[in-house]
């Protein structure tokens, strides 16, 4: 079971592009990188996922290096609804191992005016 | 539906009491998923269907935790004689089946259970 470890908390504000790095210095061959997003009193929701190298989507960027041992989140040009719990989750392509997704704390990011 | 959806949305109940969770998967979704969320904390997985069928019931804390899913479609989760350590939010995801997919589990907005 690859863990993952990021950053309990991180500050920024509006307009600023921000980037949250994931650490999973044991990810097996076959996991995939999923990042999850949570809002206070939702569910947590799916935002990007990938494998190698870079994926972005209409909400944000992926950076996984060469030996993906960790990753990274970009966010760019934040606003104050980005204020949210990001999840880094390795596993199958939709981020579970074993049938199971595996949140830890998540970072808290705010996002200041 | 177009969404996960969880009843109730709140759900406050005296320590003791018995109470039933509900979860409606995303029509055509096989597996299912609960999960609990303490106030601050990460999620904490609980129990996953695919169909009827529970091959993982491992995070279930104790035996005053049930679960049961009617085919592919609503599952229940009870919890007996409430306990205060019980208040968190009670989080339903489902998953469509095959093996692949590009955008993950879809979560409900779940159920806010505090045990006064």
């Known amino acids: 079971l690859a863990k993952t470890t990021q950053p309990i908390s991180m500050d920024s504000y509006e307009g600023q592009e921000v980037n949250i790095t994931c650490s999973h210095n044991n990810i097996a061959t076959n996991d995939y990188i999923t990042w999850y997003q949570q809002f206070p009193s939702q569910g947590p929701r799916f935002i990007i996922q990938?494998?190698?190298t870079k994926v972005t989507n209409e909400v944000a960027s992926l950076f996984i290096p060469a030996d993906r041992k960790s990753s990274t989140l970009s966010l760019p040009r934040v606003s104050l609804s980005d204020t949210a719990v990001y999840y880094c989750l390795v596993g199958d392509d939709r981020g579970s191992t074993l049938g199971r997704l595996y949140f830890g704390r998540g970072t808290q990011l705010t996002v200041w005016p | 539906g177009a969404g996960v959806s969880q009843s109730p949305s709140n759900k406050v109940t005296e320590k003791g009491k018995d109470v039933e969770l509900r979860c409606d998967p995303i029509?055509?979704?096989?597996?299912l998923y609960w999960y609990r969320q303490r106030l601050g904390q990460g999620l904490e997985f609980l129990i996953y269907f695919q169909g009827n069928s529970a091959p993982d019931k491992s995070g279930l804390p104790s035996d005053r935790f049930s679960a049961e899913r009617t085919g592919e479609s609503v599952s229940t989760l009870t919890i007996q004689r409430t306990q205060q350590e019980d208040s968190a939010v009670y989080l339903c995801a489902s998953s469509p089946p095959g093996a692949h997919t590009n955008y993950g589990y879809t979560f409900g907005s779940g159920t806010r259970l505090t045990v006064v």
């Open positions: 029509s055509g979704h096989t597996a």
């Open positions: 990938g494998y190698k």
